[in-house]
C-alpha cells in the first residue's frame, strides 16, 4: 500500500458519511501542506493523518502497543500499516467500496481496539476508534454478520431470554454443538464459553442499609451483573464498609423499558453498530444525569464498560455538556477509592495480609488511561501485602476477539507473549484482573481463577461483612441447570 500512486480527483471515494462525531480532529494538519491528510473523508481523514510515520508501533521493547505486531513480528499487522491502508482507502485508491476491500479489512483484522495507540504511539493514533468508524461504514453498505449483530446483542439477549444459560451450558457440554456453532457463527469450538451465574446481580441487594455517609452510584455492567454477581456484591460491601451510601444505577421510570438493566453499549460499538450504540449511551446517560447533577460519583467496575463513558461517548452525538460532566464524575473504583485517601476521606479498615502475594494484571483500557497507578496505591493500603504487576500486553481475549474462530489461535499466542508465563511462574499468587475478558483468558490459558481487585479488598476487610444482612431473594434469575 505504500507504493500505490496518488489518486486523481474524478477516482476519489463519495464524501463519506461519519458514523462517529470527529470534530475533535478539525485542526489537525490546519495550514501544513505537508500534513498528509487524505483527500476525502473529512475530520476522519484528519484522525487518520495524526500518523507521523516514526513506527513506534513496531517497537516492543515495553507498554502494550501493538499486541498484534508483537506477536506476528510483521509491520502489515502494525498501527502504522492500518492508518496506511485507511489512508489508502480514503485517497481512492482501494476503489468505490473501500471500506469492504480486502486490503483494508485484513490490516485492520488483527487490531484488538486495546487503545495502546492512543496511549503509547507519540500522536496519540486512536485505531480503537478508527477501527468502530470503519466497521460502520463496511456495515452500512453490507449489512452486520450474523456472529457480530448476535454478540452485540448480547446485554439484551441476558434480559429478555432467561433459557440463554441453559443453552450455554449445553453447547458447552455437547462437541457436536460447539462445532455447529462453528460453523453456523464463527464461535471458535475450542472455547469454553462464559456462562451466566444461577442467579444475576440482585438489585434488591441495591437497598442501601447505610442510612448516612457520602452518596456514590454503582454503575454495574453487563458482565458483572449476570456472569459475576458476587463482585458487584464485593464492591456493594466494600464500599459500605467505607462508610459510602451505594446507589445501584437504574434507569429511570420515564424509560420505555425500566425493568432492563442500564449499558454502556460497549458490544454494540465493537460491531461498529453505532446507532444502537448511540441509544443504549443516551439512555444511561438520561438515567445517570440526576446522579451527575447531585454530584455523586459515578462508580464502575469493568474497565471497557466505565472507561467509555469517559472515551467513545464524546464521539457518539449526544449533548456535549453533559457528556463531560459525567466524564468527570465517571471513575473505577481503584480510582474513586485511591482518591478518597488522597484527600483522607478514605475510613477502610484493612487486615494485614502477610502471607499473601497477589499478580495483577492491568486491561488494556485501564493502562490507556493510565489506571495502574491507583490499583498499586490502593493494594499498598493493605499491611503487608505482597504486590506485583504484569508487564504484558492486552491479553488477547479482548471482548469476543479471543472466541472468534479465527482469531483464538492469534488470541492464546498474544496471551502467552508475557502474561500466561507470568501466572505460571507464580503460582502461589492470587491473580488479579478487573477485566471480564482477561479472566477468561487467564483461566483458559493457566487453569486460574483471577479475581477483581475489589474482591481482594472485601477479603483484606478487618472486619468481614455480607453484602446485607437480610438480603430478600434475588430478582434476576437464569435457567442453568
Ligand atoms: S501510528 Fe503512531 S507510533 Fe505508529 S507510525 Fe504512526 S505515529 Fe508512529
Ligand atoms: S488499538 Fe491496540 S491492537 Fe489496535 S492498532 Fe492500536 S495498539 Fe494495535
Known sequence: MNTVSRPSAAELPPEMHSAL???????VGLGDAYAGIPKSGGDFARAVALCMGNRACQRKERGVMCPSFRVTDDPEHSTHARILALKAALNGELGDDPFND?????ALDLCVSCKG??????????????????????????????????????????????????ALRLRNRMPWMRSLGERLFGIAAARELPQPAAHAFSDALAVSEVQDGREVVLLLDTWTRYFEPEVAEDALVVLRAAGYRVIVAQAGEADHDPARPLCCGRTWLAAGMTAQAQAEAARLLTALMPHVEAGRPIIGLEPSCLLSLKDEYRQLGLDKVQVERLAKQAQLIEDFLAAEHAAKRLKLELRAMPDAHVLVHGHCHQKAFGGMKAVRKLLGLVPQLRVELVEASCCGMAGSFGYEAEHHEISMRMAEDALLPAVRAA???????????????????????????????????????AASESAPPTTESLSTS
Not at 433 to 455: F, L, M, P
Request: aromatic share 2%; charged share 25%; net charge positive.
Open 117 to 166: 495507540c492512543k496511549r503509547e504511539c507519540p500522536n496519540g493514533v486512536d485505531m480503537s476508534a478508527l477501527k468502530i468508524e470503519a466497521q460502520a461504514q463496511r456495515n452500512a453498505r453490507h449489512g452486520v454478520p450474523l456472529r457480530e449483530r448476535l454478540i452485540a446483542t448480547l446485554p439484551r439477549l441476558l434480559h429478555g431470554l432467561p433459557g440463554l444459560g441453559m
Open 21 to 27: 462525531d470527529w470534530s475533535a480532529y478539525s485542526q
Open 102 to 106: 480486502p486490503r483494508l479489512v485484513q
Open 427 to 465: 503460582p502461589e499468587a492470587m491473580v488479579l484482573a478487573d477485566g471480564y475478558s482477561c479472566r477468561q483468558q487467564i483461566k483458559a490459558g493457566a487453569g486460574r481463577e483471577a479475581r477483581h481487585v475489589v474482591s481482594l479488598l472485601r477479603e483484606a476487610l478487618a472486619a468481614p461483612q
